[in-house]
Antibody, heavy 116, light 108 residues
Framework: EVQLVESGGGLGQPGGSLRLSCAAS????????MNWVRQAPGKGLEWVSY????????YYADSVKGRFTISRDNAKSSLYLQMNSLRADDTAIYYC?????????WGQGTLVTVSS | EIVLTQSPATLSLSPGERATLSCRAS??????LAWYQQKPGQAPRLLIY???NRATGIPARFSGTGSGTDFTLTISSLEPEDFAVYYC??????????FGQGTRLEIK
C-alpha cells in the first residue's frame, strides 16, 4: 500500500523558516517524481514544487521561487521542502504527492501556519 | 497561466441521481486533464487522468469526457460516499500544472 506521511508543519514566524518532510513507503520511491501541493484554509489546490527521480530537475511555482527548496533522499525514501522567508500567505496544508504530470497518491498533509 | 473554471460551484443532488460537473480551460489543453475527489479532512484522490481514463481502483460510475477546452466528469448514480469536492487539473503547461477552484457536490 502506498503511504506518504508528511511532518514538520507548525507555527512559523513571518520571515522565518520551516522544513517539511515526507516519508514514503509501499512503492519504489527512487522511481517516482515527487511534488509538493498546498491548500490554504478553505481554498483550492496550488502546485508548489516538483523534483525528478534523481533530483536533477526541479521546478517551483512563482509564488515560492527563491524562498523554498525541494530535495529528496532516495536512500531514506524521503522528500523535503525547506521553506524560508515565510509569509502569511504561505499558511496552508502542505501535501506531498507522487507522479509526473498527474498526482497519483497524496499524503494526508501537514499544516503550516505563518503568524506572529 | 492556464485558468480552469469549474461549474457549478455547488451541486445539490440526491443519492441515485446522475451528477455532471464541468471544467473549462482558458486555452486548449488537448486531453491533458485530470479529476480529483477530496472529502473533508482528507487528501485529494486521483479519479480520472487524460480526460477519460479511470485511475486504479476507481468505480465505473465515474467517467470523464472532453478535449480541448471543455471537460465533463459524470457520476452515473450517486453513492453516499461520493459527496465531496471535485477538482480538475491540467498538465498541458507542465511543470506549471493548475487546478480549478472546485465543485462541491452536496446531498440535497
Amino acid at each position: 500500500e502506498v503511504q506518504l506521511v508528511e511532518s514538520g508543519g507548525g507555527l512559523g514566524q513571518p520571515g522565518g523558516s520551516l522544513r517539511l518532510s515526507c516519508a514514503a513507503s509501499g512503492f519504489t520511491f527512487s522511481s517516482y517524481e515527487m511534488n509538493w501541493v498546498r491548500q490554504a484554509p478553505g481554498k483550492g489546490l496550488e502546485w508548489v514544487s516538483y523534483i525528478s527521480t534523481g533530483g536533477s530537475t526541479i521546478y517551483y511555482a512563482d509564488s515560492v521561487k527563491g524562498r523554498f527548496t525541494i530535495s529528496r533522499d532516495n536512500a531514506k525514501s524521503s522528500l523535503y521542502l525547506q521553506m524560508n522567508s515565510l509569509r502569511a500567505d504561505d499558511t496552508a496544508i502542505y501535501y506531498c504527492a507522487n507522479g509526473y504530470k498527474y498526482l497519483d497518491y497524496w499524503g494526508q498533509g501537514t499544516l503550516v501556519t505563518v503568524s506572529s | 497561466e492556464i485558468v480552469l473554471t469549474q461549474s457549478p460551484a455547488t451541486l445539490s443532488l440526491s443519492p441515485g441521481e446522475r451528477a455532471t460537473l464541468s471544467c473549462r480551460a482558458s486555452q486548449r489543453v488537448s486531453s491533458y486533464l485530470a479529476w480529483y475527489q477530496q472529502k473533508p479532512g482528507q487528501a485529494p484522490r486521483l479519479l480520472i487522468y487524460d480526460a477519460s481514463n479511470r485511475a486504479t481502483g476507481i468505480p465505473a460510475r465515474f467517467s470523464g469526457t472532453g478535449s480541448g477546452t471543455d471537460f465533463t466528469l459524470t457520476i452515473s448514480s450517486l453513492e453516499p460516499e461520493d459527496f465531496a469536492v471535485y477538482y480538475c487539473q491540467q498538465r498541458s503547461s507542465w511543470p506549471l500544472i493548475t487546478f480549478g477552484q472546485g465543485t462541491r457536490l452536496e446531498i440535497k
